[in-house]
């Protein structure tokens, strides 16, 4: 199998089980809390490492002890982490989520070190690059960032996979620089105008986005599956029937998955029923990085 780099976020996610989730001005009691290694970049990166890729991880953390604790949680998935910078200006990343019963969450995030990235991050990770077969980026650090990735990326070859998450506006010059564009509904919704009320919406959505450059769109439904929209083929992925308890963790478990399907080759709809198999199984369990599949399961699960 081929390699996959991603560039992108860590950070320490600090998550409360509460019965519901509160109403502005509202305080509610929380049944637990947790402290996790987490982040879109981290979360992904571990995805792929545990679903078979060898995988390199970009990005920054704090020098301090949430930022040594997320290392070593990256090297126990053999995550790559030599290219990760310990940044002594700014603290670790954080994010504070709030997680309903049913899964549902809200995540208010923390840059820190992530937004200390910076273009030669990129360029003193050229051998890795060059390697690799796939490259997957966020939108927790700059966009200078992404977008010296993805020029990097397109230079060496890789196919390039965003997830433009959290949802902001892209520039159309970044746009041009992705193969594979993974938005969920509200990130859809953001970057075209439509929203996404059913599955012709999403199809609409990856139209449109298709226009702007990215070759694949594959718009995130929850538990209504996957819109995928590519070159002559669009179609709706069906979710794989779970009992959700956390979906924190589970659109990066998709994006990472979705990469390891690339690379291996798959094609656009064993690749998207794969990644929903994967996420499925991610929202299943409680945590976000701690909840990601090993690949015997999610070949279970699809099985």
């Known amino acids: 199998m081929g390699a996959v780099v991603v560039v992108g976020s860590m950070n320490m996610d600090i998550s409360a089980a509460v019965p519901r989730l509160p109403a502005c001005g509202e305080t509610i009691l ?3 809390i947790n402290i996790n290694p987490g982040g879109k970049g981290a979360n ?8 078979g890729a060898q995988v390199s991880l970009i990005g920054r953390v704090g020098n301090d002890s949430y930022g040594a604790s997320l290392l070593e949680s990256l090297k126990e998935s053999e995550v790559d982490v030599n290219l990760v ?28 070190a992530n937004g200390g990235c910076v273009p030669a991050d990129i360029e003193s990770a050229d051998d890795a690059i060059s390697g690799a077969s796939a490259m997957i980026l966020q939108l927790e650090i700059p966009m200078n960032v992404v977008e010296a990735g993805l020029v990097r990326g397109k230079e060496r070859g890789l196919i390039t996979i965003l997830n433009p998450a959290p949802a902001r506006a892209i520039p159309e010059s970044v746009l041009k620089l992705v193969d594979v564009l993974v938005p969920n509904e509200s990130e859809a919704e953001l970057l075209t105008g439509i929203k996404v009320e059913s599955c012709e919406d999403a199809l609409r959505c990856g139209r449109k986005l298709r226009e702007k450059g990215p070759c694949h769109v594959i718009t995130t439904l929850g538990d209504k599956g996957a819109a995928y929209v590519g070159p002559g083929q669009e179609m709706i992925i069906p979710a794989f029937e779970v009992d959700a308890v956390d979906s924190t963790g589970a659109g990066d478990t998709f994006v990472g998955a979705l990469a390891v399907a690339m690379i291996e080759g798959m094609d656009p709809r064993a690749a998207t029923r794969f990644a929903c198999a994967a996420g499925g199984l991610t929202a299943s369990k409680q945590g976000a990085m701690s909840a990601i599949p090993c690949r015997a399961d999610v070949d279970s699960m699809l099985a």
């Open 30 to 32: 929380a049944r637990g």
């Open 44 to 51: 992904q990166a571990v995805a792929a490492a545990r679903l």
């Open 85 to 112: 910078v310990r940044d002594d200006e700014l603290p670790t990343g954080m994010a504070l989520i709030n997680v309903a019963q049913g899964g549902a969450n809200t995540i208010v995030v923390y840059p820190g």
